[in-house]
Structure formats: C-alpha cells, structure tokens
C-alpha cells in the first residue's frame, strides 16, 4: 500500500478536483482506493454526495484512540472508499499542535491501514495551508503529487511546497517522503500563458512532471455541485478523458520504479 498527498498550500488549483477525480478514475480500473479528505472544508466529501457527519471525520482519531478502520465508508462507486471530513477537523489545527508529537500523529494514525492490507493507494487530499494537517500529511504520505493551475501565480507557490517537502526531509519527520509528480491544471489552450508555464515547471522539474495535462472545463466545475467524479458525471468529456489518462500515466510510472528496483 502506497500513501499518497495530494498538496499544495495555494487555494484553487484543482487539488481537490485531482483527489476526487484521479482516485475515482484508479478504482474504475479495478485499483482499490482509499480517499481520506482532510480539508475541514469537505469539498471532497461532497464532490463525492457524501454527507458530513460529526465523528465521523480523522479527528477522533487523531485526538482520541479511536482506530481509523472504524471510519472508513464504501461510496457509490465499487473498489472506492472514503474518511470524510467534517469541520471538526478545524479543531485539529490547534489541538494537535499543542502536543509533541503532532508532526508524525497522522503517521501514527495511518499506520493500521498497512497491515490491514485491504487498499492499494491511500489518497490523501490536504487542506490549501501549511498548517498542521498539511504538514502532517506529508510527514505520513510516501509520495507527494502537486496539482499546480497553468497561471504565473502557480509558480510562485510551486517554491514554497518545494521548501517544506524539503524541511519535512531534514527534520527527520519524513526523510524518504518522494516528490513524485507535479501535475498541470486548468490549462486553457486559448492562452499563450499557460503553454509558457507548462514549459517553465517542464524546464525545473521535467522528470516529474505529468505527461497528462488537466483541461479547464465547464464540466469539472459543474461535477462537484451534483456530488458526482467527472468520470461519473460526463464520462466521455474532456475532463474525464484527461484524469483517465492521468491515472494510467500515475499506474505506469509505478510499474516502472517497481521493475526498476
């Protein structure tokens, strides 16, 4: 089983949309998935038409003893589970960080799911800040994806999340925690822009970026509001074609760490 984060610390990129979307297009595939939303938001949750329910988030277990297998739920979708969130999950925030070991608590909390041996990935969507949870999600994840939108802007925070993969490394928190793979979203082909930072990050970090670009449409953003995945809700758009691929290209590069080691 492989825990991957899905981060980046700037709002409005695609992050959740990435989450919900790659996890759903994974599972359609016969991959079994876990999606854990940590974002007190909930927007994975209800991209998903699942409804929040106190208790029924991370947070008794990252505060209390309670074991996390007792909080996972089957969705609509066959070989596709889920931990929603709920904005309980706000409390963590300031809870965790008064103990001593709120850095690795979400590890710690994770950790049954390995022996538990019933999913392939873990994915996790992280909260838009560099707070507890976000931090503690990449001290816990084996692997991090950045869903960064094909604007100026995104560049900008691509830096930031690059410093704490790298702080999280050298506290001792995480020092195999792997910057797996950057994605590109909302890509407009209209803007000469966009085109201009797709070949900017490929320039910094062409070996992780994916292939597979996200296009901007009207049906990724209609999708969440009728709590369907896009491969659910328009399966044969661009949308849903893009995350297909994305999921293939996502199962592809593991296959070849795997035959490599």
Do not use: W
Request: proline share 4%; net charge negative.
């Amino acid at each position: 089983m492989r825990i991957v984060a899905i981060a980046n610390q700037k709002g409005g990129v695609g992050k959740t949309t990435t989450t919900v979307s790659l996890s759903a297009a994974l599972a359609e595939r016969g991959v079994r998935v876990l999606m854990i939303d940590l974002d007190p938001q909930a927007n994975a949750t209800s991209a998903l038409g699942i409804a929040q329910e106190e208790g029924g988030s991370l947070y008794p277990a990252l505060v209390g003893n309670m074991d996390i297998r007792r909080l996972i739920r089957s969705t609509r979708q066959a070989n596709l589970s889920i931990i929603r969130s709920h904005q309980e999950l706000a409390g963590c925030e300031v809870e965790l960080a008064q103990t001593g070991n709120h850095l690795v608590r979400i590890r710690e909390v994770l950790e049954p799911l390995r022996a538990f041996g019933h999913f392939d990935y873990v994915l996790m969507d992280c909260p838009p800040s560099l707070g507890v949870l976000m931090t503690g999600a990449l001290a816990a994840a084996d692997e991090l994806i950045v869903p960064l939108q094909c604007e100026y802007f995104g560049l900008e925070g691509l830096s930031k999340i690059v410093n704490i993969v790298q702080q999280i490394r050298e506290c001792g928190a995480n020092p195999g925690l792997l910057m797996e793979g950057i994605v590109m979203t909302m890509f407009d082909s209209r803007a000469n822009l966009a085109q201009q930072v797709v070949n900017d990050v490929k320039g910094y970090f062409s070996e992780i970026v994916y292939e597979t670009i996200i296009p901007r449409t009207i049906r990724l953003g209609e999708a969440p509001s009728f709590g369907k995945p896009i491969i659910e809700y328009d399966s044969n758009g661009k949308g849903a074609q893009a995350y297909r691929a994305l999921a293939e290209e996502f199962l592809r590069r593991r296959s070849v760490a795997q035959a490599a080691a």
